[in-house]
């Protein structure tokens, strides 16, 4: 009886992965994966609105954007060094990169905390990246999720950010004469 029993279930597996097998790649491949339907959390669709206002056309956004692909590994002969170095930045990202308009140079990064920033394993993660961007001297801002942003604020963080510092002059554009918008952010 037992036997019967191994050889339907040996049969059945057989069967299953040849059926598998003959699926169209692309079959196979939507058993494991599905199409994201938004890029954006609400709260960091609705931040990202007020970052576009409060940038103008002074900055291009970029969007969930790889710390690797910020900030890199020193060129090293030690490649077990280099490895754990990338190691700690390849499977995390930044939620916006502010890039000159003219020539994409990186200006600054930012993040938008929400509530996971409170765990510790998040705030040991936000501790390197403020220690990792400090020491290749980036400036990353840290921005709280609010129901509501408002421009004027941000803009004046951007003015402050872009002061130089060997003195008190603002490099960046004056702060555009718009009114102050009000975004909300819905949470889902």
């Known amino acids: 009886m037992l036997?019967?029993?191994a050889v339907i279930v040996i049969v059945a597996i057989v069967l299953s992965s040849l059926a598998l097998q003959q699926r169209s790649p692309a079959a196979r491949l939507a058993d494991f994966y599905q199409r994201q339907e938004k890029l954006f959390s609400a709260a960091e669709r609705s931040f990202f609105g007020v970052l576009q206002q409060a940038c103008g056309n002074d900055y291009v956004i970029?969007?969930?954007?790889?710390?690797?692909d910020v900030i890199t590994g020193r060129p090293t002969k030690n490649c077990a060094l280099w490895q754990k170095s990338f190691n700690r930045?390849?499977?995390?990202?930044?939620d916006f990169v502010l890039c000159d308009k003219n020539d994409l140079s990186v200006q600054c990064v930012i993040e938008l905390d929400d509530k996971s920033h409170q765990k510790s394993k998040r705030q040991q993660r936000d501790q390197f990246l403020d220690e990792l961007c400090q020491a290749v001297r980036l400036p990353l801002v840290r921005f709280a999720v609010k129901h509501s942003y408002i421009v004027s604020k941000v803009i004046?963080?951007?003015?402050?950010?872009?002061?130089?510092?060997?003195c008190d002059c603002i490099l960046s554009a004056p702060v555009p004469s718009r009114p102050i918008t009000l975004y909300t952010a819905s949470f889902g």
């Open 156 to 166: 004046r963080w951007g003015r402050e950010k872009q002061a130089c510092s060997r």
């Open 62 to 68: 970029l969007c969930k954007v790889r710390v690797v």
């Open 3 to 5: 036997v019967i029993i």
């Open 89 to 94: 930045v390849c499977s995390k990202h930044f």
